[in-house]
């Protein structure tokens, strides 16, 4: 495998397991930079490349992982089917609904695998909420509700800017979107929507969307990056309500409680702690040893792209103004 840029997502979760797994051998981390290229291949073992494009001309390469700034994901996604490599394209595969078909068709044209990397979907926590639901713990979902918070970030870095495909809803808002289809299925209607615009940097800071399955559920979601830290979801049914309170980024030690409320009884389960860096991992490298050829998950991430510009075009949009710390 090789990586097209040194973001910090990639120094701090996923190159250090391409280079422990047994399935992958890191080859070779690309940057514009020079000394930012060396400085990631000493770290991590492997051959430090400047430039993107001089990365895809290896032939000792099978596949790339992608952790650029969105606004770029479509380009060298792209670049990297056309030269013959099988991608894993962090979140989200593109800004734009057309862009994500495109890369679609791209992939299947070259029989080549494309993963958008939702990491989260690859904790065995989900598996076993969706086990309680087909048990009936809670009875029939009657509402699901999710948000991802996080504070202020860097505000040099791609987020605030919006010809990288800053903002919000790209940056947590995907996770609750992702969620929701998890449980309640491809065919959501995004019912209404809010979003706070910093009016310096153009981007969307936080927002809100509500959305209604197909049967009538509805789907109540929040997030942001000016918030204190909060990363959970919920489903509340007519016997009671299961919360996961660290849905999309916990830590591979941690054993994750689920929490169970019922009339006249809370429960909390302590999970078996994961590795969902790992896991996406693996499940990429299985699909290309496995030589299927096209998009995983094609359905799933078109109806995500969608959702997101249907919350843009649906949503009511305010001015951010900070408050006091």
Same mark, same amino acid.
């Not at 997030?223 to 049914?237: I, K, M, P, T, V």
């Not at 030690?253 to 702690?273: G, K």
């Given at each position: 495998?090789?990586?097209?840029?040194?973001?910090?997502?990639?120094?701090?979760?996923?190159?250090?397991?391409?280079?422990?797994?047994?399935?992958?051998?890191?080859?070779?981390?690309?940057?514009?930079?020079?000394?930012?290229?060396?400085?990631?291949?000493?770290?991590?073992?492997?051959?430090?490349?400047?430039?993107?494009?001089?990365?895809?001309?290896?032939?000792?390469?099978?596949?790339?992982?992608?952790?650029?700034?969105?606004?770029?994901?479509?380009?060298?996604?792209?670049?990297?089917?056309?030269?013959?490599?099988?991608?894993?394209?962090?979140?989200?595969?593109?800004?734009?609904?057309?862009?994500?078909?495109?890369?679609?068709?791209?992939?299947?044209?070259?029989?080549?695998?494309?993963?958008?990397?939702?990491?989260?979907?690859?904790?065995?926590? *989900?598996? #076993?909420?969706?086990?309680?639901? /087909?048990?009936? +713990?809670? !009875?029939? $979902?009657?509402? &699901?509700?999710?948000?991802?918070?996080?504070?202020?970030?860097?505000?040099?870095?791609?987020?605030?800017?919006?010809?990288?495909?800053?903002?919000?809803?790209?940056?947590?808002?995907?996770?609750?979107?992702?969620?929701?289809?998890?449980?309640?299925?491809?065919?959501?209607?995004?019912?209404?929507?809010?979003?706070?615009?910093?009016?310096?940097?153009?981007?969307?800071?936080?927002?809100?969307?509500?959305?209604?399955?197909?049967?009538?559920?509805?789907?109540?979601?929040?997030?942001?990056?000016?918030?204190?830290?909060?990363?959970?979801?919920?489903?509340?049914?007519?016997?009671?309500?299961?919360?996961?309170?660290?849905?999309?980024?916990?830590?591979?030690?941690?054993?994750?409680?689920?929490?169970?409320?019922?009339?006249?009884? *809370?429960? #909390?389960?302590?999970?078996?702690? /994961?590795?969902? +860096?790992? !896991?996406? $991992?693996?499940? &990429?490298?299985?699909?290309?040893?496995?030589?299927?050829?096209?998009?995983?998950?094609?359905?799933?991430?078109?109806?995500?792209?969608?959702?997101?510009?249907?919350?843009?075009?649906?949503?009511?949009?305010?001015?951010?103004?900070?408050?006091?710390?």
């Amino acid at each position: 495998m090789g990586v097209l840029g040194c973001a910090d997502i990639a120094l701090r979760r996923m190159l250090p397991v391409l280079v422990e797994e047994a399935g992958t051998e890191l080859v070779a981390v690309a940057s514009r930079d020079a000394r930012k290229a060396a400085q990631t291949a000493r770290s991590f073992g492997c051959d430090g490349t400047v430039g993107y494009d001089t990365l895809l001309r290896r032939d000792d390469i099978d596949a790339v992982y992608i952790p650029l700034p969105p606004a770029l994901h479509h380009h060298w996604v792209t670049e990297a089917l056309a030269a013959g490599k099988h991608v894993l394209c962090e979140k989200p595969l593109s800004t734009s609904y057309a862009d994500t078909l495109d890369l679609m068709k791209r992939a299947h044209e070259h029989g080549l695998v494309l993963a958008e990397n939702f990491m989260f979907l690859h904790h065995s926590q *989900h598996a #076993e909420v969706q086990r309680l639901l /087909d048990d009936g +713990v809670v !009875g029939r $979902v009657q509402v &699901f509700s999710s948000s991802f918070g996080v504070p202020p970030l860097d505000p040099a870095g791609f987020r605030y800017r919006p010809e990288l495909g800053g903002g919000a809803l790209l940056d947590t808002g995907v996770y609750p979107l992702r969620a929701a289809q998890l449980y309640l299925g491809n065919e959501l209607e995004v019912l209404g929507a809010t979003l706070r615009i910093d009016e310096r940097t153009e981007v969307d800071i936080a927002g809100t969307a509500l959305l209604s399955a197909a049967d009538g559920t509805a789907a109540h979601l929040a997030f942001g990056f000016d918030h204190a830290y909060r990363s959970h979801y919920a489903l509340w049914g007519r016997a009671g309500r299961i919360t996961v309170e660290r849905a999309f980024t916990p830590p591979e030690q941690l054993r994750p409680p689920v929490l169970i409320h019922q009339q006249d009884r *809370h429960t #909390e389960l302590t999970l078996t702690a /994961d590795h969902q +860096v790992r !896991g996406a $991992v693996r499940a &990429f490298t299985a699909a290309v040893r496995s030589g299927v050829e096209g998009p995983l998950h094609e359905e799933t991430t078109l109806r995500q792209a969608q959702l997101v510009e249907e919350v843009r075009l649906r949503a009511r949009r305010f001015p951010h103004r900070p408050g006091r710390a």
